[in-house]
């Protein structure tokens, strides 16, 4: 079955440090992989895709297929990164479905 | 364009009763999407509605059902509420089915099951 595992709940670093939030996938195939963020008080909304290579907000995340995992990146945390952060996998079951498959999510406190 | 708007945003019902959630997509989308947070967790996928139907569905009972109008808003249906229905029940909207499509997230609709 696909699964995503953020094992981290909560991960608290100091502004300027670098930051990593680890996720782990399940799939047999070549996946998709998304990152969600929730700021407080704002609703969820897509941060970065695996398809796009894009950074944003400095933010990167490489596919690692050999170790499946999509661990999120940033080199120097900022107090405004503070947000709960969800890591998502499409089900590629029949049909290509917008149906998510989220990760528990990793909360990111960054301390000043 | 005031995104995806759900109503209504906090609900308390009791166990044994019905309860009707609304969900209206971004302005331009045709797709609706619902997902249950309960707390601690992630979003779980409950259905997707589109062209009025229902094109996937999660690991939900049928206690959950949906509908999804001609203007392409939707509406969450759950009957015989237990305490374990209660959740931020969120709508997402996309332009399209497919996984490659942004879906955009609504504040979402707090229930309280007692």
């Known amino acids: 079955a696909q699964r995503v595992t953020q094992p981290e709940k909560l991960l608290s670093v100091f502004k300027g440090a670098p930051v990593e939030l680890k996720c782990n996938y399940s799939y047999s195939g070549s996946p998709e992989l998304f990152w969600y963020v929730q700021y407080s008080r704002q609703r969820l909304q897509l941060l970065l895709r695996?398809?796009s290579r894009e950074s944003i907000k400095g933010f990167t995340a490489d596919l690692n297929k050999g170790e499946t995992s999509f661990h999120l990146k940033k080199p120097f945390a900022q107090e405004e990164d503070s947000a709960m952060y969800y890591c998502a996998l499409p089900f590629m079951g029949s049909g290509n479905t917008g149906k998510l498959i989220f990760g528990q999510g990793t909360t990111l406190q960054v301390k000043p | 364009d005031a995104g995806v708007t759900q109503s209504p945003t906090h609900l308390i019902k009791t166990r044994g009763q019905q309860v009707t959630l609304r969900c209206s997509p971004k302005?331009?989308?045709?797709?609706v999407s619902w997902y249950q947070q309960a707390l601690g967790q992630g979003p779980q996928f409950i259905f997707q509605?589109?062209?009025?139907?229902?094109?996937q569905r999660g690991n939900f009972p049928d206690r959950f059902s949906g509908h999804q109008f001609p203007n392409y808003s939707s509406e969450l249906n759950v009957n015989a509420l237990l305490l374990g229905d209660s959740a931020l029940y969120l709508c997402?909207?996309?332009?399209?089915?497919?996984?490659?499509?942004?879906?955009?997230f609504g504040p979402g609709t707090r229930l309280l099951v007692l």
């Open positions: 695996h398809i």
């Open positions: 997402a909207s996309s332009l399209g089915t497919a996984f490659q499509e942004t879906q955009y």
């Open positions: 509605y589109y062209e009025e139907e229902e094109r």
């Open positions: 302005s331009g989308h045709d797709t």
